[in-house]
């Protein structure tokens, strides 16, 4: 089930795999789809921050 307004993905991960995914998530109390979405956001944000400081390099450069 999705959140209203967030559409749904679909990943392919083998049945032993998302077991033990799911047990790891509700041994940390969280959801597969809360992890996996935090895991997302933290990859972009990341990615986002490396472009900001090579963007910054390049400006530098020309000068």
Do not use: F
Not at 42 to 63: C, F, G, P, T, Y
Request: net charge positive.
């Amino acid at each position: 089930m999705t959140t209203r307004g967030t559409p749904g993905r679909m990943v392919r991960i083998d049945d032993e795999m998302w077991e033990a995914y799911g047990q790891l998530c509700a041994e940390e109390g969280t959801s597969r789809a809360d992890d996996i979405r935090r895991h997302v956001h933290s990859r972009v944000n990341a990615w986002h921050k490396k472009q900001a400081i090579q963007r910054r390099l390049a400006k530098n450069s020309e000068s």
